[in-house]
């Protein structure tokens, strides 16, 4: 199975299944001689575990991060980074009427498929339980990028969505709700529908808006590795994610160029930024935005037709313990892919100097 490292400089490489013993990674390539705030790392793990709040899947792991190798003293040592996060709280159970039987819309069918052979139980390697590992390495890019500030919430569930531009956000109030949406009122909303929906064993999409602020000029590799393209290739590396967009997005395809022109101030910085902070693939120092699309889970708690091994197609009820929205858990994810790119064009760049 190719594909399980992601980045140049800064590289992650990934390993583990949602049921096995535990899951882990590699990093390479993080400078040596940084004091590591572990309390932090720890911080972005709670964010994202799974059973944190009623709105979640109530799979109840701690994910509390076992360091190997890479840090000594509290300090990188400039040598790979090695983790792992044990997994205590299977059911799988839960997953013995698929054994033989694709989910519609999960990875089952097309994971054995390709490799011919399938840990059936939470959906293997497929399971977002993977980006655990992405949000330990993610939480140390942060600090390599400590002046950078990465921040992104829950814009949107379902039809209720975020009616202000992020400006007008107090991002003091992302942790404040189990959503993680900073407009209270709109929050309070997307709350009351999630449980609504999860009654009725069904699930939801949502979108989440990140916003990376006192970028410095010129991260970004033109013209393959465009600091957007990276950022799209993270975002839609995530389980769940269909779209990407940044700066006006989808909207600009609607406007004119006299309208859509980001003009410039004398000391180079624009007026407005639809060009959501980058130019010709390189950061140009505006704030970088971009919203990431997440479609609805796929395990349902209700009957619905699927696929068996022996090509007929059959009535199955979900079962287990699943999210009916990812949103809330995705976004400390989305930041954490975020501070990958960024540290690796930010290290890429100091090659330069
Ligand atoms: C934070 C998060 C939690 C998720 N939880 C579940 C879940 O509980 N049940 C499920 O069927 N899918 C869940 N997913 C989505 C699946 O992992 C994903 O749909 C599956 O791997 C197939 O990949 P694809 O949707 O990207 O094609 C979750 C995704 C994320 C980002
Ligand atoms: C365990 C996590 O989320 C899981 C993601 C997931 C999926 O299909 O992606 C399915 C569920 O797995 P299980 O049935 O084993 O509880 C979620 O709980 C996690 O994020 O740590």
């Given at each position: 199975m190719a594909g399980n490292s992601y980045g140049t400089l800064f590289r992650l490489t990934t390993?583990?299944?949602?049921?096995?013993?535990?899951?882990?990674g590699i990093?390479?390539?993080?400078?040596?001689?940084?004091?590591i705030d572990l309390?932090?790392?720890q911080l972005e793990m709670q964010r994202r575990k799974p059973g944190?709040?009623?709105?979640?899947?109530?799979?109840?792991?701690?994910d509390e991060v076992q360091f190997l190798s890479g840090i000594f003293e509290g300090k990188t040592?400039?040598?790979?980074?090695?983790?792992?996060?044990p997994n205590t709280n299977q059911k799988s159970d839960d997953y013995s009427h698929i054994k033989d039987s694709y989910r519609p819309s999960h990875a089952d069918y097309v994971y054995e498929k390709k490799y011919g052979i399938r840990d059936y139980r939470g959906g293997g390697r497929s399971s977002a339980r993977e980006t655990?590992?992405?949000?330990?390495?993610?939480?140390?890019?942060?600090?390599?990028?400590?002046?950078?500030?990465?921040?992104?919430?829950?814009?949107?569930?379902?039809?209720?969505?975020?009616?202000?531009?992020y400006q007008d956000l107090d991002f003091n109030l992302i942790e404040s709700n189990a959503v993680r949406c900073p407009d209270l009122a709109t929050a309070e909303k997307m709350e009351n529908y999630i449980k609504e929906i999860r009654k009725e064993g069904d699930t939801v999409g949502g979108t989440i808006t990140c916003v990376i602020q006192n970028v410095p000029i010129g991260l970004g590799e033109p013209v393959f590795d465009k600091l957007h393209a990276e950022l799209g290739k993270a975002m839609l590396s995530i389980n769940a994610v269909k779209g990407f967009e940044f700066g006006s997005g989808f909207c600009g395809a609607k406007m004119k160029g006299s309208e859509h022109n980001d003009l410039y101030n004398e000391d180079g910085s624009t007026r407005t930024n639809l060009s959501g902070g980058i130019q010709g693939g390189i950061?140009?120092?505006?704030?970088?935005?971009?919203?990431?699309a997440f479609k609805p889970v796929a395990t349902l708690i209700q009957k619905q037709e699927v696929l068996t091994n022996q090509s007929t197609i059959v009535e199955q009820q979900g079962k287990g313990r699943h999210d009916p929205c990812v949103v809330p858990r995705a976004v400390p994810i989305v930041e954490a892919m975020a501070a990958l790119v960024?540290?690796?064009?930010?290290?890429?760049?100091?090659?330069?100097?």
């Open positions: 390993f583990g299944e949602s049921h096995g013993e535990a899951l882990g990093i390479d390539g993080c400078p040596a001689g940084m004091t309390a932090a790392i944190q709040s009623t709105i979640v899947t109530q799979r109840k792991e701690e040592t400039g040598t790979p980074i090695g983790f792992i996060i655990a590992c992405r949000v330990v390495a993610g939480a140390i890019a942060k600090q390599v990028l400590c002046h950078i500030k990465i921040n992104a919430f829950v814009s949107s569930v379902g039809d209720i969505f975020i009616d202000k531009p950061s140009n120092g505006m704030d970088i935005y971009f919203r990431v960024l540290a690796d064009f930010y290290l890429l760049n100091k090659t330069y100097l």
